[in-house]
């Protein structure tokens, strides 16, 4: 059944890495290849490497999928799985170690449409499959402290088990707010996210990343409501931008709303 039109934007639902945060080469890649490193394990994880192996939701998911191709994985399921658990907990240590080095900043005019969506009381949630202590160490380093008072939900890997492109995660936050799917809009950058915002039927506003800029190539409306290259820009969108914008702000995410 489609659900009634809403042209209001009640809340506005993050994705994390490559949306919020250009977080997967710098930033968990290395730290991957730093457990790997400390754990002793002979495996390094290149850019390309990582780039097909993203295909994967989940850090955890990700190595179990690898050592199925790598020389001295174990060779019983559940050994795998305890090296799994060991190097991705390790990873995500180490992970924390890196952001809290100031490396990874939010991507250009995520910033200014978070304040601008606390200022004008439009409520905000997080929507991830990656683990919380990924989102704390990445929000406390860029937006203070008291980041979590900022997002009325966060949904992390460890609420919803079914990854993206699962609408898991979009379904729990949606009801968590008490808001129909038509209310929402999801920023994502990765096919998975997209996919899972869409079975939730939540519009997506797509924002290219670093390693899904091709893969999202052909991704324009109507499919998505918006796809373009950055909130920071408000060149290179589809639909364009109102013209004399230098960024993408409320008020254009709700024209593009009107717009469908
Ligand atoms: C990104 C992911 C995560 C991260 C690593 O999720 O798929 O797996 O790459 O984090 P999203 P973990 O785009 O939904 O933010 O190691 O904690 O899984």
């Known amino acids: ?23 997967e080469r710098d930033g ?6 730093q457990a790997f490193q400390t754990a002793q394990v002979p495996w390094q994880w290149d850019e390309h490497h990582y780039g097909a192996l993203l295909a994967v939701a989940g850090g955890r998911e990700r190595l179990l999928h690898d050592m199925q191709f790598q020389e001295y994985a174990p060779i019983e399921l559940k ?10 907990r ?17 991507r250009a005019g995520v910033r200014e449409l978070i304040e601008e969506c606390i200022r ?16 704390d160490a990445l929000l406390s380093s860029q937006l203070g402290e008291r980041w979590e008072a900022m997002f009325s939900v966060i949904v992390c890997a460890e609420h919803a088990p079914k990854k993206k492109p699962d609408p898991l995660s979009y379904f729990l ?40 800029s091709g893969a999202t190539e052909a991704v324009a409306p109507p499919d998505v409501l918006a796809a373009g290259p950055s909130l920071g820009d408000a060149q290179g969108w589809s639909p364009i931008a109102a013209a004399g914008a230098t960024r993408i702000c409320l008020d254009q995410l709700r024209r593009w709303r009107q717009l469908y």
């Not at 009640?10 to 250009?22: K, M, P, S, Y």
């Not at 968990?28 to 290849?33: P, S, V």
């Not at 050994?79 to 991705?88: G, K, M, T, V, Y």
């Open 120 to 135: 004008e009381r439009v409520r905000m949630g997080i929507v991830t499959t990656t683990s919380r202590c990924n989102v």
């Open 173 to 212: 936050a949606l009801q968590a707010l008490q808001i129909p799917a038509a209310a929402a809009l999801a920023i994502e950058d990765a096919p998975a996210g997209i996919a899972a915002a869409q079975a939730a039927r939540v519009a997506v506003i797509l924002t290219r990343s670093h390693y899904f």
């Open 79 to 88: 050994d795998r799985e305890q090296l799994a658990e060991r190097l991705h």
């Open 90 to 106: 390790l990873k995500n240590e180490l992970y924390a170690d890196i952001v809290a080095q100031g490396h990874l900043r939010l």
């Open 1 to 23: 059944m489609i659900e009634a039109r809403i042209e209001s934007i009640e809340a506005i639902l993050w994705d994390v890495d490559g949306t919020l945060a250009e977080t």
């Open 28 to 33: 968990h890649r290395l730290a991957f290849n």
